[in-house]
């Protein structure tokens, strides 16, 4: 006993000093950890809640807005208590959806603001006073239903003239916001109101003078009072977005070529920096006829240069609703036919010149023209959206061939240009408009009561069309 020094007490001390210093680290840490996951519970709780905000401020079909000075910015800045400061004088814009505890975890302010109107949704988990968590402010910026257009009540609106020649046919009137002229023998139209002057040879006029002697014209009083470009296709908003970009913006819109191959339909087409050409197949690969969009289904497809038809083409036939976009030429030419399945629908939309020169054809016939599309809204079987203003001496839509063709075309900043022996089914609303040849338009009578909305859809529901957490 004298030799020991008392090292084993020491060195028992030491690691049992170590041990409870390791303890109360892990205890710390662990505590750390319960509070980290407590929050972010919290947080997560926070967000759902005002998730749960937003989507009753989508269910609410009588939301009252009120005029607020702040910018989005500023409401994005506000908490919990900010808002209901500011606010808790106008309670009718306070929505409070939901509640735990006898205390309100969530809310949705309808407010109108310089740039428009918007829902602000927030949540809250737990409450301030128990040092609950905040969630980010959501706006849905709100686009109230436009007033509707009915861009089809004659068979052909044209700003300026209407000018027929050789015996091409309209079955329907025509209103013109300057002439129409007679040039040739063609039979006269059902009725025609013209802001301008009826210019025909004397002879025609006396061999159809009960018609003509019912026509109104500038020289009657008449006078040319539609807006051309009545769905405002030619205008940016506010936001400097186009009107194809505005209707691409509440679709889900991809690449046509990516669509392709996600359907392992890469024969179908070939492409360059210019074009985009439906081939028909290539190899022995036959896609002599080509298929677009799938059945009972909405398909919007975008390509961003011209779109050819060549090669084997033969049939491009498309199915369920097809919403396609092109930024460039359209040009349906050779001996390729666009073919609509029955109950299918084609929107096009192009922003260059389009050609049909081989004709459209509809499973069923002219009765068939207008059908519902898979949102259930009823709109032409097709319709064709031009945004092209004409540059030069050639029209931005031609149609040719000897085939019918079934659409209604909207092309309010150029000439169209309808020759050969076919028929044009539908109703058309251009610039300028020169018949000629065998050729003849008849009109769907269904039209004169489709209306579309000034903002791109169909009717004058409001929609919300953007979702912004922060900016």
């Given at each position: 006993?004298k030799?020991?020094?008392?090292?084993a007490?020491v060195?028992?001390m030491?690691?049992?000093?170590?041990?409870?210093?390791?303890?109360?680290?892990?205890m710390?840490?662990?505590?750390?950890?319960?509070?980290?996951a407590?929050?972010y519970r919290?947080?997560?709780?926070?967000?759902?809640?005002?998730?749960?905000?937003?989507?009753?401020?989508?269910?609410?079909?009588?939301?009252?807005?009120?005029?607020?000075?702040?910018?989005?910015?500023?409401?994005?800045?506000?908490?919990?208590?900010?808002?209901?400061?500011?606010?808790?004088?106008?309670?009718?814009?306070?929505?409070?959806?939901c509640?735990?505890g006898?205390?309100?975890?969530?809310?949705?302010?309808?407010?109108?603001l310089?740039?428009?109107?918007?829902?602000?949704?927030?949540?809250?988990?737990?409450?301030?006073?128990?040092g609950?968590?905040?969630?980010?402010?959501?706006?849905?910026?709100?686009?109230a239903g436009?007033?509707?257009?009915?861009?089809?009540?004659?068979?052909?609106?044209?700003?300026?003239?209407?000018?027929?020649?050789?015996?091409?046919?309209?079955?329907?009137?025509?209103?013109?916001?300057?002439?129409?002229?007679?040039d040739?023998n063609?039979?006269?139209?059902?009725?025609?109101?013209?802001?301008?002057?009826?210019v025909?040879?004397?002879?025609?006029?006396?061999?159809?003078?009960?018609?003509?002697?019912n026509?109104?014209?500038?020289?009657?009083?008449?006078?040319?009072?539609?807006?051309?470009?009545?769905?405002g296709?030619?205008?940016?908003?506010?936001?400097?977005?186009?009107?194809?970009?505005?209707?691409?913006?509440?679709?889900?819109?991809?690449?046509?070529?990516?669509?392709?191959?996600?359907q392992?339909?890469?024969?179908?087409?070939?492409?360059n920096?210019?074009?985009?050409?439906?081939?028909?197949?290539?190899?022995?690969?036959?896609?002599?006829?080509?298929?677009?969009g799938?059945?009972?289904?909405?398909?919007?497809?975008?390509?961003?240069?011209?779109?050819?038809?060549?090669?084997?083409?033969?049939?491009?036939?498309?199915?369920g609703?097809?919403?396609?976009?092109?930024?460039?030429?359209?040009?349906?030419?050779?001996?390729?036919?666009?073919?609509?399945?029955?109950?299918?629908?084609?929107?096009?939309?192009?922003?260059?010149?389009?050609?049909?020169?081989a004709?459209?054809?509809?499973?069923?016939?002219?009765?068939?023209?207008m059908r519902?599309?898979?949102?259930?809204?009823?709109?032409?079987?097709?319709?064709?959206?031009?945004?092209?203003?004409?540059?030069?001496s050639h029209?931005?839509?031609?149609?040719?061939?000897?085939?019918?063709?079934y659409?209604?075309?909207?092309?309010?900043?150029s000439?169209?240009?309808i020759?050969?022996?076919?028929a044009?089914?539908?109703?058309?609303?251009?610039?300028n408009?020169?018949?000629?040849?065998?050729?003849?338009?008849?009109?769907?009578?269904?039209?004169t009561?489709?209306?579309?909305?000034?903002?791109?859809?169909?009717?004058?529901?409001?929609?919300?069309?953007?979702?912004i957490?922060?900016?």
């Open positions: 006993m030799q020991q020094q008392g090292a007490l060195i028992v030491a690691l049992l000093a170590g041990a409870l210093m390791l303890g109360m680290s892990g710390q840490s662990a505590l750390i950890d319960e509070r980290l407590g929050n919290a947080s997560t709780q926070a967000r759902m809640n005002a998730e749960i905000a937003a989507a009753n401020a989508l269910d609410d079909d009588e939301l009252t807005f009120f005029t607020s000075t702040y910018s989005l910015s500023d409401l994005i800045a506000l908490d919990w208590d900010e808002l209901n400061e500011q606010f808790s004088a106008n309670q009718n814009v306070l929505n409070f959806a509640a735990k006898g205390q309100f975890e969530c809310v949705y302010i309808p407010l109108t310089s740039d428009g109107s918007y829902i602000l949704a927030k949540g809250i988990a737990g409450g301030t006073q128990r609950g968590a905040e969630s980010k402010a959501i706006l849905l910026r709100y686009v436009g007033e509707t257009q009915q861009p089809f009540g004659s068979a052909i609106t044209s700003c300026q003239d209407i000018t027929l020649r050789g015996s091409a046919r309209i079955v329907g009137g025509v209103v013109a916001g300057n002439n129409l002229i007679i040739g063609p039979p006269p139209p059902d009725n025609a109101s013209v802001g301008g002057s009826i025909y040879p004397e002879w025609w006029g006396n061999q159809h003078q009960q018609r003509v002697e026509y109104q014209s500038g020289a009657d009083g008449y006078r040319f009072s539609e807006s051309c470009d009545s769905l296709v030619l205008d940016d908003d506010e936001n400097g977005r186009s009107y194809f970009e505005r209707v691409a913006s509440a679709l889900n819109v991809v690449g046509a070529g990516q669509w392709l191959q996600d392992d339909l890469e024969h179908y087409y070939q492409e920096n210019n074009a985009f050409t439906f081939t028909g197949g290539s190899g022995s690969q036959d896609a002599s006829t080509s298929y677009l799938v059945t009972g289904r909405e398909t919007s497809l975008n390509i961003d240069k011209n779109l050819k038809t060549s090669g084997r083409l033969q049939r491009l036939v498309v199915d609703t097809v919403n396609l976009f092109v930024d460039g030429d359209f040009d349906l030419g050779g001996n390729t036919s666009l073919e609509i399945s029955d109950g299918a629908v084609l929107n096009l939309y192009v922003s260059g010149k389009v050609t049909l020169s004709g459209s054809k509809l499973a069923l016939n002219s009765e068939n023209f519902q599309d898979s949102a259930g809204i009823n709109r032409p079987a097709v319709s064709i959206y031009s945004t092209y203003q004409q540059m030069d029209s931005g839509v031609s149609i040719g061939g000897s085939n019918d063709t659409a209604a075309i909207y092309a309010p900043g000439s169209v240009d020759g050969g022996s076919g044009l089914y539908g109703g058309l609303r251009a610039q408009i020169v018949m000629s040849g065998a050729g003849a338009l008849e009109y769907v009578a269904d039209l009561d489709y209306e579309v909305s000034g903002g791109g859809g169909v009717g004058s529901l409001p929609s919300f069309s953007s979702w957490e922060e900016l």
